[in-house]
């Protein structure tokens, strides 16, 4: 099973609409869940938790991969501040649409948690860009025809 819980409840559609439509995909068991329901969830050990917000999910997570957010899901949302700054940011080859706004030493990274298991966090925030690309978002902001 995976959990996949996010901070964020102003845009809550938005954020589940593109963490069901992504998951949708892989037959794989899943859950969306704001933070504030998730502590009355019982996990199974081998559950993976993707956690989705400003703050790293807290909890005894075998498998965590936390995506910090950017700032695109917030005050600016729908006005053209929120379009990506260019030229975009890269990770090796790939461009990087939205960045998270983690304090960490690398785009991603990867460690063995407390429990032996392993935590994933990114600065790549995985979440808006999908939503962006998959919602052609721009569409709706630029009154360009291509």
């Known amino acids: 099973m995976i959990y996949l819980?996010?901070?964020?409840?102003?845009?809550?559609?938005?954020?589940?609409?593109?963490?069901?439509?992504?998951?949708?995909?892989?037959?794989?068991?899943y859950q969306v869940i704001q933070y504030d329901?998730?502590?009355?969830?019982?996990?199974?050990?081998?559950?993976?938790?993707?956690?989705?917000?400003?703050?790293?999910?807290?909890?005894?997570?075998?498998?965590?991969?936390?995506?910090?957010?950017?700032?695109?899901?917030?005050p600016h949302y729908l006005k053209p501040e929120s379009m990506p700054k260019t030229p975009l940011k890269r990770l090796k080859d790939l461009p990087i649409i939205y960045s998270g706004e983690g304090n960490l030493p690398d785009w991603v990274n990867v460690y063995k948690n407390d429990l032996g298991g392993k935590t994933i966090e990114t600065n790549v925030d995985?979440?808006?860009?999908?939503?962006?690309?998959?919602?052609?978002?721009?569409?709706?902001?630029?009154?360009?025809?291509?």
């Open 5 to 29: 819980i996010y901070q964020n409840n102003k845009f809550s559609k938005q954020i589940t609409y593109t963490f069901e439509l992504i998951f949708s995909h892989y037959g794989i068991s």
């Open 37 to 74: 329901d998730f502590s009355s969830i019982i996990l199974d050990p081998s559950s993976v938790v993707i956690s989705y917000g400003n703050e790293k999910a807290v909890g005894p997570f075998l498998y965590h991969i936390h995506i910090f957010e950017s700032g695109f899901f917030g």
């Open 126 to 146: 995985i979440i808006a860009s999908s939503f962006f690309m998959l919602t052609r978002y721009e569409e709706v902001l630029l009154n360009v025809r291509d």
